[in-house]
């Protein structure tokens, strides 16, 4: 079964089709990457899923049970979290503080804190950081902290916006490995993203979407050399 479905879904803003009549899939322990040029609705289709935002028309299925329009709080509580790209943790805490307050919330039913802050810690990398301030973090150290505090909820799915944005190399090849413990762990990924790179080595699957709707959907090799997705990020000569 797949652990995350979506069927028609749309989203207007006023006269504005953000989203249009998108459709698909997501089997378990997979990393998904959703693409597109800016401004062709991944952020809204996140903010769909996670209970942001109330589509206009269509269904959001996870593992089966309809979410479409449920609050934020209630989708969690069935093991869907959400990193965002611009980190804001409790400054004054530590690490292993921000964490345990994922901890705390969440996926509902019995769990033991320490040991699943732990968990979150180990899968992000960020186990030898645990007692430094929040405050003393680097960018790249702060994203790590949000994916912990995300997985920390005892997640099933991770839905990760741009976690790879503004890194440099080395913090972008340590944010790829993370993603990969991630699903080895057990958890589905699906990535928003722009650095094609990382999303071209970490992604097993594509969904491309421009100006609201779904272009293309595929492994990467495939995803990468359609002449809609090409130009959808580089244009079409004029006639």
């Known amino acids: ?16 089709a953000a989203i249009q009549n998108v459709s698909f899939t997501i089997e378990p322990r997979s990393i998904t990457s959703i693409i597109g ?7 809204t289709l996140f903010n769909l899923i996670t209970g942001y935002l109330p589509p206009t028309a269509g269904e959001i299925q996870f593992k089966g049970k309809r ?5 934020t709080n209630r989708i969690a509580e069935l093991g869907v ?13 530590t690490v292993f503080e921000n964490v345990r307050i994922g901890a705390l919330f969440g996926k509902a039913g019995p769990r033991d804190v320490d040991a ?7 899968l992000a990398a960020m186990a ?37 944005a503004g890194l440099n190399p080395t913090e972008t090849a340590a944010m790829i490995d993370v993603l990969r413990q991630i699903r080895a762990s057990g958890i589905t990924v699906v990535l928003v993203e722009h650095d094609m790179p990382s ?8 969904l491309v979407l421009d100006a609201g709707a779904m272009i293309a959907d595929g492994p990467p090799a495939v995803v990468s050399k359609d002449p809609r997705v090409i130009a959808a990020y580089l244009g079409t000569p004029d006639a």
């Open 81 to 93: 979290a959400r990193a965002f790209q611009i980190a804001k943790p409790f400054r004054d805490l």
């Open 37 to 43: 040029p800016n401004g062709a609705g991944k952020s």
């Open 67 to 71: 979410i479409t329009g449920m609050a």
């Open 199 to 206: 999303v071209m080595e970490v992604s097993d699957r594509l």
């Open 128 to 164: 030898d950081l645990a007692d430094r301030p929040a405050s003393e973090l680097t960018v790249g150290q702060l994203r790590h902290l949000e994916v912990a505090r995300a997985i920390a909820t005892r997640a099933d799915l991770l839905l990760a916006d741009e976690p790879c």
């Open 1 to 16: 079964m797949s652990i995350l479905s979506v069927h028609g879904l749309s989203k207007n803003f006023r006269g504005l």
């Open 116 to 122: 699943t802050t732990r968990r979150g810690l180990e």
